[in-house]
C-alpha cells in the first residue's frame, strides 16, 4: 500500500478556479479590460449605495454588475461560440448602452441629492462605470457598423447560383 499515492488536496480547487476565472489572453485583451473594469465599478458603486441613504438606487449597479459577470464569464469560456441562436454582440451593444444611460442619470441624483459621503462615492463611481461601459458600447458600436458595411458576411459578393435562384421581382 505504500506504492499509492495521495492525491493533491488543493489540485481540484484549482481546475475549479482556473475554469471559472477568465484566461490571462482575454483579461488583456481591450474587451476583457473593459468587462473586468465595469464588473469592479460595479460592484464598488453597489456597494456604497448598500450603505448609503440612496439605497433606492441598489437596483441598477446590481443588475449591471450581474449582466457584466456573466458576459465576463461567457466571453472568456467562449460559452457565447456554443449558443449561436443570440445575438451576442447586439445584446452587449444593449447593455452598455442602457447601463451608461442609467449609470449617469443615478450617478447625477446619487451626487446632487444625497449628502452622506457614500452616496456621493456611488455617485463617483457610477460615472467612472458610465465611462466604462460608454466606452464598451463604443467599441461594440464600431465592430457591428465595420460588420454591416462588409455585408454582414464573410462573402459579400453574391455567388452566380445565388442569383439565378433568386426571387426577384425587378427580373
Not at 69 to 74: D, E, K, P, Q, T
Amino acid at each position: 500500500m505504500g506504492d499509492i499515492e495521495a492525491p493533491e488536496p488543493n489540485r481540484p480547487h484549482q481546475t475549479v478556479l482556473k475554469s471559472v476565472l477568465p484566461t490571462k489572453e482575454f483579461a488583456t485583451s481591450r474587451k476583457g479590460m473593459l468587462l473586468i473594469a465595469e464588473v469592479i465599478l460595479s460592484f464598488v458603486s453597489f456597494v456604497c449605495f448598500a450603505a448609503s441613504t440612496a439605497a433606492a438606487f441598489v437596483t441598477v449597479p446590481l443588475l449591471e454588475f450581474l449582466g457584466a459577470f456573466f458576459l465576463l464569464f461567457a466571453y472568456s469560456t467562449k460559452f457565447n461560440e456554443r449558443f449561436k441562436g443570440f445575438l451576442w454582440p447586439l445584446m452587449d451593444f444593449m447593455r452598455c448602452v442602457t447601463a451608461s444611460i442609467i449609470f449617469f442619470i443615478v450617478s447625477i441624483i446619487a451626487v446632487s441629492k444625497y449628502l452622506d459621503g457614500s452616496s456621493k462615492a456611488a455617485g463617483i463611481f457610477g460615472f467612472f462605470a458610465t465611462i466604462a461601459f460608454a466606452l464598451d458600447f463604443y467599441f461594440i458600436f464600431n465592430e457591428l457598423a465595420n460588420f454591416l458595411k462588409e455585408g454582414g458576411s464573410p462573402n459579400p459578393e453574391p455567388t452566380r447560383q445565388q442569383d439565378e435562384f433568386s426571387d426577384s421581382d425587378s427580373d
